[in-house]
């Protein structure tokens, strides 16, 4: 069964500060594997999706990897501001029949002006 | 340019009432999600469809029922509430693109808050 794993569970950062979220999943056999953000009260936004055969995707000051066969990706935060302070989902998707996918529990963010 | 709506957006139940909780896309998307999301567990998915006329069950379909009314509206029903029932339920919607795997988001809408005492 697939399992998702996010740490830290929350992280506080003076603002322009870089900074890298962790994710790792048990299961390396993925179909791609998506970034979230979750403002509160708020549902998901899609950040970035990478699939099986990439090894990363950019958005501006935003920069995913991943790595299969250690089972783990990472969120590359540039210059971190206020605005970017939300909580960030990975999940995984594990085949290519349906759509469903498998959440991490989020890391918090703050970014402290 | 709604995106995916969710209706209602807060709801109070007593244990044992029912309720249908709506989602309603106009992306066109064949896929469609439910999921809850609790303190502590993350998002779970409930129950989806992969296209109109078809419902499959996710990893915590207990005591829920969907219907996938047409292509733009997926409803989920709790026929008679328990506590245990007190989240925040998010639907969501994909372009699975009919029998071809895609590689497009989720798309989620606000959720609803249904607290049930």
């Known amino acids: 069964k697939q399992e998702v794993t996010q740490i830290p569970a929350a992280l506080s950062v003076p603002e322009g500060e870089n900074l890298v979220l962790n994710c790792s999943f048990t299961?390396?056999?993925?179909?791609?594997l998506q970034w979230f953000r979750q403002d509160p009260g708020k549902g998901l936004t899609s950040l970035l999706l990478i699939q099986s055969s990439q090894r990363e995707q950019t958005s501006g000051r935003l920069n995913a990897s991943l790595d299969k066969s250690s089972g783990r990706s990472t969120l590359y935060i540039a210059a971190s501001q206020p605005g970017d302070s939300a909580t960030y989902l990975c999940a995984v998707r594990g085949s290519s029949n349906t759509g469903k996918l498998i959440f991490g529990q989020g890391t918090t963010l703050q970014v402290k002006p | 340019n709604a995106g995916v709506t969710q209706t209602p957006k807060f709801q109070v139940l007593k244990t044992g009432q029912s309720m249908t909780l709506q989602c309603a896309q106009d992306?066109?998307?064949?896929?469609m999600y439910w999921y809850r999301q609790d303190p502590g567990m993350g998002l779970r998915l409930i129950y989806y469809?992969?296209?109109?006329?078809?419902?499959d069950k996710g990893e915590v379909p207990n005591g829920y029922n969907v219907s996938r009314l047409n292509k733009r509206e997926f409803s989920l029903r709790l026929e008679s509430a328990a506590p245990s029932q007190t989240s925040v339920y998010f639907c969501?919607?994909?372009?699975?693109?009919?029998?071809?795997?895609?590689?497009?988001?989720?798309?989620f809408g606000d959720g609803t808050r249904l607290s049930i005492l």
């Open positions: 992306m066109n998307h064949n896929s």
């Open positions: 969501a919607s994909s372009d699975e693109g009919g029998h071809s795997a895609s590689n497009q988001p989720q798309h």
């Open positions: 299961d390396s056999a993925i179909y791609n």
């Open positions: 469809s992969a296209s109109e006329g078809t419902t």
